[in-house]
């Protein structure tokens, strides 16, 4: 199985960026698709959901009307497409896939990406 995550880099605010995450080795289609981040220092977060049901989505508060999130089963692909950047978004960011239909719980995820870097600078 793999996850690979791409399309992070270097952003000013208010700025835009769109991260995808490539999946092999799974049933895409059977997998709810979910992306993390973390920042130096802290703890891993959550970010933004989008079941295998229907493609229903969540969003964290802190990215809510600024992040969306979205999925192509025939592409085995996720993105996530990130508006309005704020310093406070930099951070390496996951995809994770899981066979449950909804969670924020990173210990819920089956199988991680590498991470990709998003740095916003202010």
């Known amino acids: 199985v793999q996850l690979q995550a791409s399309g992070g880099g270097l952003v000013q605010a208010g700025g835009s960026l769109r991260l995808y995450c490539a999946a092999s080795?799974?049933?895409?289609?059977?997998?709810?698709m979910g992306w993390f981040r973390q920042a130096p220092g802290k703890e891993r977060e959550f970010v933004a959901f989008?079941?295998?049901?229907?493609?229903?989505?969540w969003l964290a508060d802190p990215v809510k009307g600024r992040f969306t999130i979205d999925r192509d089963n025939a592409e085995n692909t996720v993105w996530l497409q990130m508006n309005m950047l704020k310093p406070e978004d930099t951070a390496v960011y996951f995809c994770?896939?899981?066979?449950?239909?909804?969670?924020?719980?990173?210990?819920?995820?089956?199988?991680w990406g590498q991470g990709t870097q998003v740095t916003v600078s202010s």
């Open positions: 994770a896939a899981t066979t449950k239909v909804a969670t924020s719980w990173p210990r819920d995820y089956d199988y």
């Open positions: 989008i079941s295998y049901l229907s493609g229903n989505n």
């Open positions: 080795g799974i049933t895409f289609s059977t997998y709810s």
